[in-house]
């Protein structure tokens, strides 16, 4: 019944953890992001909000570099917490904005994501990562 309870990380089992829903909730992300790469190279007019007044262009850009850029560096444990910040101020801006109108369901996905990379800005990368590899240096 003991071990049942046990909140207790023995060994490396909660940096594995770590690392593992690092990798996943990026790649989850980076398949929102491999799409808007796609339609930003492919010439097609590009219709997007523009919440900011930064323009569409601009701001599907900085959607993409968030959902693209920002993911894989979140996967290899690369300037983890500087990576987030885009990424939680995009899906911000996906709830706030783009999903306005619509249902809870809706704005769920936004949410999920920017709930998970707040997580790892404030946790970091872990021990597996490059951000553990240069901090030792």
């Given at each position: 019944?003991?071990?049942?309870?046990n909140?207790?990380?023995?060994g490396?089992?909660?940096?594995?953890a770590?690392?593992?829903?690092?990798?996943?909730?990026?790649?989850?992300?980076?398949?929102?992001?491999?799409?808007?790469?796609?339609?930003?190279?492919?010439?097609?007019?590009?219709?997007?909000?523009n919440?900011?007044?930064?323009?569409?262009?601009?701001?599907?850009?900085?959607?993409?570099?968030?959902?693209?850029?920002?993911s894989?560096?979140?996967?290899?444990?690369?300037?983890?917490?500087?990576?987030?910040?885009?990424?939680?101020?995009?899906?911000?801006?996906?709830?706030?904005?783009?999903?306005?109108?619509?249902?809870?369901?809706?704005?769920e996905?936004?949410l999920?994501?920017?709930?998970?990379?707040?997580?790892?800005?404030?946790?970091?990368?872990?021990?597996?990562?490059?951000?553990?590899?240069l901090?030792?240096?």
């Open positions: 019944m003991k071990r049942t309870f909140t207790d990380l023995p490396n089992y909660g940096h594995l770590l690392l593992l829903f690092r990798i996943l909730v990026a790649c989850l992300l980076l398949t929102h992001g491999i799409p808007k790469l796609t339609k930003l190279f492919s010439g097609d007019e590009i219709q997007f909000i919440p900011y007044g930064l323009g569409v262009t601009t701001s599907f850009v900085l959607a993409t570099f968030a959902e693209f850029v920002c894989i560096l979140v996967i290899l444990g690369l300037a983890t917490r500087l990576a987030t910040i885009p990424i939680i101020i995009t899906m911000a801006t996906a709830i706030i904005f783009a999903h306005a109108n619509d249902p809870f369901g809706v704005k996905k936004p999920l994501f920017l709930v998970c990379f707040a997580f790892l800005l404030v946790i970091g990368a872990g021990k597996y990562s490059i951000d553990n590899s901090r030792r240096r």
